[in-house]
């Protein structure tokens, strides 16, 4: 299936994406050069899902290759079928030769596919995920150059195995260590930073709607200032962001309050010290100031006693 | 420029191929490479097919493309979006800034002139008996004519004076205080340039030839660093002010524990016992049909080293030792074991100050508390032979050495003698050197222990955790 950019936008928006052009161009240029997509950006921005994402506008197999310290191409690639092996090599032990027994085992009938060797051996164009790339070793970083800019892989008792259909290859990276300028020479290249508040409204409507367009911009604003202006160990992601508006949904809350924040925090930020430096007095005032678009010195309603039960007519 | 002008400007420049997307975007590559970022042939390539899936006359678009395919990491998209704005203009603002640019150019050739003359007439007596001239480069005069006025009195004070001093060769004395003082002035000035200016450490090029070229190179060169997390990141430690340290600190704090997580996933993984290579036994075993009878292993890691820290922490290098010594006590979450020791005048051990469970806060003021080394002079030759009597047993052939000095020191040539005897006893020495990269070359101490050591620049805080990353993780 073939999209223009445009098209592919709005694609990716109907399966609950929101991009803007930055990030359309860039996944466009990665479908129609046939380059694999390198996507940085700090935990929890949104980099994994593009991959999911294309995998539904495209209605294809997302074949995922978590990366960590010590991925070898034998759990990354392929590896033999050892016990299928032995038990060929007990059957024809007595019949024949052991030169022409080890002829017949490293057959691709004894292969076992991993994921980068069952997504170039696809017959449908699949979109492959390798998460998290910046945890392997610099050896498997620079074994992935084949399959990254040839689209093939080099089996030494089989020889090279060329990709039925090239896939969409997206690559993750947290940036916890720098890539090879080999690797990234090959891919199209992305970087996702935090959204700024309209953005992350836009998010928050989409697969939060029940939260209502209100208390979602409060969050979108809380969340703002928490990123912008508070020195955290870790900055609350959109998934906690997420996780964070269907909490106060659960409380039927419709809008930021004190006490709902205060409840609720530890879905936010997952550190104690930041929890902490939240909940303090003068911060948390500051980020209920900024939450309901008070101007400075306003002082407004932010103490809530209904428990989050606020009557309808406050919409 | 009028716009039937701007008009023929155009046409003219489209007639001699000096106006196609081709040509601009090889000039914007060449601009991006000269800034630091590495952008291959094949990526060029890449940046002019991707222009022909996008509708050019939709700007962000344009910007969007070219950045996905010349830009690979948050530096470099920071560079290219400054750079764009800069080279992807109207030739009206182009034409603007050039003559901004040339007007700022004459100013700063009158100044350096005037600085020439004014020099010149103080050093005139001796240049007459000298058999070479003084000769001082285009920077010395610059520095000189920013100078504050009192600097200047000062400095022709101090040369007059010394018109009156009773040496055998006046002149090749009065040629070296002269550039030797404007060269400090030159450090002086750049580390007080406030708010960051000049970081340093996007490279200093040279002129490309080109003037609207060399012009966005400049202002991409003063701008970039002006975000302040990249300002901290990349600007010299020494020059940071009071007021940086907190995001600093907390800056270590989260690189360090960064490193550390990498280092201890590491660590566990190589401290297991050997694994089995199927594959490799069962080749093997065919011939017995398929009983694994002999075993193949994997290869197995090397034995994780250990780490020796020996910090300078003299006046010059005080405020630099402070967050040297917080990511190491960062690191050593993960490293354990770690010993270190600081050194200015002598050594002292500090191992025990660096324990897991102590706050570093308090470690620092226990330790310049209980120090008698901190903000002292430096003596290298002095501290490694207190470190080889008492402490010589720590050094074993798997033991990394990690010395973290600007090398101003007193008898470096003895101080390297001992240097080699303890390249001798350990794995490997590392030397962090905290004056920058530009500056080595003018130094002798410098030349001499880059003989000895593997050094590496350290002025910033990227630089560190880049060097400690390297070493470590090669190591372990």
Redesign the interface.
Known sequence: MDLN?DELKRAMEKEGYVSE??LA??V???L??K?PL?V?GAPGVGKTEIAKVLGRVFDTEVIRLQCY??LDE?KALYE?N?QR??LK??IL?DSCP?ED??KD?FDEEYLLERPLLKAIRSDRRVVLLIDEVDKVDEPFEAFLFELLSDFQVSIPELGTLEARQIPIVVLTSN????LS?GL??R?????IDYPDIDKEVRILQMKVPEAGERLNRQIAAAVNYIRSNL?L?KQPSIAESLDWARALVALHADVLTVENLTRTVNLLLKNRDDRLQVLDGGVLDEIMRHALGEKAGEKGHTHCHCHGNLPASSN | MEPGETACVVTEAESAGLNTIEYNITRFVQILRRLGV?V?L??TV?AV??LA??DLLDK??VR??L???L????RE?GIFDQAYGLFFTTPEEKARRRQQYREARAERDRLINTAERELMEVVEEWQRDLPEKIVLTEQQLETFSLMPESGKERMKEILDRMKSNPVNNPGELINRVLQSSLNYWRYYMMKNAAGGGKAGTLPEEGSTGDEEMDEVIRSVDAHFYHHPGDRILHRDMESLDDSDI??MT?LIS?MSS?LAL?IS??YK?SAGTAAVD??RT??RN??Y??VPIELRYRARRRKRPRFLLICDVSASMARHARFVLQFIYGLNSALGGLESFIFSEDLERTTEFFSKNRNFARSMTDMINGSRQWGKSTNLHESLKTFLRHYGDKLTPDTVVFIVSDARTVAPEAAAGLLRDIKLKCADIIWLNTLPRREWEQKAPVKLFCGLADMYECSTLSQLEKAL?RHVFKYA
């Not at chain 2, 830009?71 to 948050?74: F, H, L």
């Open positions: 950019l052009d930055d161009v860039t466009y240029l990665a129609t050069l380059k390198l940085e310290e010590g034998n033999w050892y092996q032995l090599i007990q032990k052991h027994i080890e085992l940036g916890d260590r720098e300028d990234k020479r891919c199209v290249y992305l970087y020195d160990r | 590495r291959s094949a990526e890449d097919s991707a899936g996008i962000s678009r969007a493309a950045k996905a395919c830009a690979k990491s948050r998209a907190p995001r907390s989260h960064q990498g996933r590491r993984r199927i594959r069962v080749r065919i011939r049909g398929g990353r």
